[in-house]
Nanobody, 124 residues
């Protein structure tokens, strides 16, 4: 069955970095647009980044532009999210999700397969 597994979360101090991985099983990840979402404590889940399957175009929420980088390694069937200059408000559960569309729609409902989430905690 189709499955996504996130890894790479943990505890980091403000200004530090984390690198999240999203590994796909049961399907070829490069055929899907992959999004990253974050749910902060007591907050709604929000989209923070996406990489399209059509041409590899990348997208970022304004709150993370310049600090986060999404990338794809097709040989490893994995998508990464490099998170730099992390802020306390960046604390939350990070999810990756796959969309069969060849482009990033920006709508959470178009992502049909979700990972279990990885906890990222930014604390001083």
């Amino acid at each position: 069955q189709l499955q996504l597994v996130e890894s790479g979360g943990g505890l980091v101090q403000p200004g530090g970095s984390l690198r999240l991985s999203c590994a796909a099983s049961g399907f070829t990840l490069e055929d899907y647009s992959i999004g990253w979402f974050r749910q902060a404590p007591g907050k709604e889940r929000e989209g923070i980044s996406c990489i399209s399957s059509s041409d590899g175009s990348t997208y970022y929420a304004n709150s993370v532009k310049g600090r986060f980088t999404i990338s794809r390694d097709n040989a490893k069937n994995t998508v990464y999210l490099q998170m730099n200059s992390l802020e306390i408000k960046g604390t939350g559960v990070y999810y990756c999700a796959a969309d069969a569309r060849s482009y990033c729609s920006g709508y959470e409902t178009t992502f049909g397969t979700w990972g279990q989430g990885a906890q990222g905690t930014v604390s001083s």
